[in-house]
Every structure is written in structure tokens, then in C-alpha cells.
């Protein structure tokens, strides 16, 4: 008896802990898939029960020009502040990593505040400071938030590649006659290439997927996707705002699998 039940609680405890977790995607994916499944719902009226099966919403979507120039702000946006973040990211990295110096601790920390800080608080501060210095809101304004948000990611990234890679090759090419910039574009840089297109990829589905900070910043009259898909909840639940959030939401998964693919194959090539 008592054997019987020592094998039966470790089984009712491991069934609870799938139920638990199967409970807890559920809940996590279910208002995705709904958004998905209304946006090609042939009703006008955007919830359940569906009418039938539709393209309509989409091709309404891509006629409309505010949201049209949403999507290029966004795609400009985060290809800019990427490009960005992932230039200071690499050199940053690279000093952290490979070089000695004083304050190398408190810039290390600092790089790391982004993460650690409130996005509501990180973009209340650099509007508080721009008006500080009598700077209006700007384009400008949004390209720094988006990149500082961005670069801590890029950093920690290609630190951890930085880390798993031996000096020995970089040494081998200085003792071979190659200076260090051309060590670090010969050797270091098609060695860590991995790491700075996943940064880059991460840092740009971070930018795109953005609101909290977005919204600080932004200018009247400039709207990212994220901020124009809130300005058109205002008003009412249409079936344009679900063939939106559907464009989103296979963005946001494709671009890091995307990168995740790209790593993987830079990987396995060097």
C-alpha cells in the first residue's frame, strides 16, 4: 500500500505540473491565435461568432496610406537604430571584452542599465532631459531612444561570442605580420559575423515591436505601426486592427527565426 502510493504521488504531481504548464500557454497564445483567426473573418464586426473566411481586411489594410507610412516609419526606424546599436554594440564589446582600462566596471554597468530600468521610466528621463536642453520632439529623438534601448542586447550578444573565442587566432595573425585593423576584419569580425546579425536582427525586432518608449517620444504627426495600431483601438475593435496585429505578429516571429536560421549557418560555415 504505502509502495503504491510512494509511485502515484510523483505521478499526480508531474500530470499537475503538465496541466499547469499546458494551462499557461494557453493562456499566453490564445489572444494570438484569435487575432489571427478575426482578421480573416468576412464579418465587418471583428469578433465572434465568424461569418465566413475573407481577404478582404488585408488588401483594405494595405490601401489605407496612414498605415502604409506607418509601416516604412517602422521599417526605417528599426533598421536605423539597428545599424546602430549594433555599430557601438561591436566596439563596445570588443573594449569590455579584450582590453583593460580604468571605469571598464562602471561602463559595463551602465551598458546594462537599459535592461534593468523601466521603459516608462527610460523614456520619461530622455524626454525630461531633452526638454532640459530645449530640444523638441523629433525623428531624431526617436532613432537615439529606440538605439539605446536596442544596445545593450547587441552587446551582451556579441560579448558571449567574444568570450567563447580564443585569442589564439587574433594572436596568430599579429604574429604573422597583420596589424589590428587588419586582424580585426581578417580574423575577429568574420569570426563573431553570428553574433552581429543576431544582435541586428534583435535589436531590430525590438524596435518595431516598441510602444511604451515610442510614445514618449514620438513627434504629433509621426506613427510607428505599434503606436498607430493603439491610436486606431481608441475608437473601436475593427477587423483592420486584427489584419494589423495578424502583419505583426508574423513579422515579430519570422524576423527571429530569420535570424536564428542566418546564425546558425554563419555558425556552422566558420
Given at each position: ?9 510523483p ?31 468576412s ?23 496612414s ?8 521599417i ?22 579584450r ?81 589590428r ?5 581578417d ?11 543576431g544582435g ?41 486592427i ?18 536564428g ?10
Open positions: 500500500m504505502s509502495a503504491g502510493r510512494s509511485l502515484d504521488g505521478s499526480l504531481s508531474w500530470n499537475g505540473l503538465r496541466l499547469l504548464t499546458l494551462l499557461v500557454y494557453v493562456f499566453m497564445f490564445a489572444p494570438i491565435i484569435v487575432v489571427v483567426l478575426l482578421a480573416f473573418n464579418a465587418r464586426t471583428g469578433a465572434f461568432p465568424m461569418e465566413g473566411l475573407s481577404l478582404q481586411w488585408f488588401g483594405q489594410l494595405f490601401q489605407n496610406a498605415i502604409i507610412d506607418a509601416f516604412q516609419t517602422s526605417i526606424l528599426a533598421v536605423s537604430s539597428s545599424f546602430l546599436a549594433t555599430l557601438i554594440g561591436v566596439m563596445a564589446a570588443i573594449a569590455l571584452i582590453y583593460s582600462f580604468k571605469g571598464k566596471a562602471v561602463i559595463n554597468n551602465l551598458l546594462s542599465l537599459p535592461l534593468l530600468m523601466p521603459e516608462v521610466v527610460l523614456g520619461v528621463a530622455l524626454l525630461m532631459f531633452l526638454k532640459f536642453l530645449q530640444q523638441p520632439r523629433s525623428f531624431l529623438l526617436l532613432l537615439l531612444g529606440h538605439t539605446v534601448l536596442s544596445l545593450p542586447y547587441v552587446v551582451l550578444v556579441v560579448q558571449a561570442r567574444l568570450v567563447g573565442l580564443r585569442q589564439h587566432y587574433e594572436e596568430a595573425a599579429m604574429s604573422l605580420g597583420a596589424n585593423l587588419q586582424t580585426f576584419f580574423v575577429t569580425l568574420p569570426l563573431i559575423s553570428p553574433a552581429i546579425v541586428f536582427l534583435f535589436a531590430a525586432t525590438l524596435s518595431f515591436d516598441n510602444i511604451t518608449a515610442t510614445l514618449f517620444w514620438k513627434k504629433p504627426g509621426i506613427e510607428t505601426v505599434p503606436t498607430k495600431i493603439f491610436a486606431m483601438l481608441r475608437t473601436s475593435i475593427s477587423p483592420e486584427n489584419a494589423l496585429g495578424a502583419v505583426m505578429i508574423v513579422i515579430t516571429i519570422l524576423l527571429p527565426l530569420v535570424g536560421y542566418v546564425v546558425r549557418r554563419l555558425t556552422r560555415g566558420r
